[in-house]
Nanobody, 125 residues
Framework: VQLQASGGGLVQAGGSLRLSCVAS????????MGWFRQAPGKEREFVAA????????YYADSVKGRFTLSRDNAKSTVYLQMSSLKPEDTAVYYC???????????????????WGQGTQVTVSS
């Protein structure tokens, strides 16, 4: 499986961006697609995750109500719509996929098997 993330950029606080992650190769319905982010000098942290086969997305508290994760199975693509962006959202955003995850493990980096290259999001104040 290869993951290609895109859509990052520079935006003012309060603005919006939409990130995309295209998956190529095997993407069984049981797999989970997640987004993580890493700010300079900080550890990589969970943002959101969704299962290919259906069900609701799961979000970190820090982005709940501002970010929306969706998927287009026909295009093997997940989208992270980010609104009301804050300077603290500035980070490199990574998409990842994994199999065998349950909701309680969505936020665990070690559970994901494949990672995209990352896309930079910068929010200016």
């Amino acid at each position: 499986v290869q993951l290609q993330a895109s859509g990052g950029g520079l935006v003012q606080a309060g603005g919006s961006l939409r990130l995309s992650c295209v998956a190529s190769g095997r993407t069984p319905g049981s797999w989970v697609m997640g987004w993580f982010r890493q700010a300079p000098g900080k550890e990589r942290e969970f943002v959101a995750a969704i299962r290919w086969s259906g069900g609701s997305a799961y979000y970190a508290d820090s982005v709940k109500g501002r970010f929306t994760l969706s998927r287009d199975n026909a295009k093997s693509t997940v989208y992270l719509q980010m609104s009301s962006l804050k300077p603290e959202d500035t980070a490199v955003y990574y998409c990842a996929s994994g199999v065998g995850l349950i909701q309680s493990t969505y936020g665990s980096l070690r559970e994901y098997d494949y990672w995209g290259q990352g896309t930079q999001v910068t929010v200016s104040s």
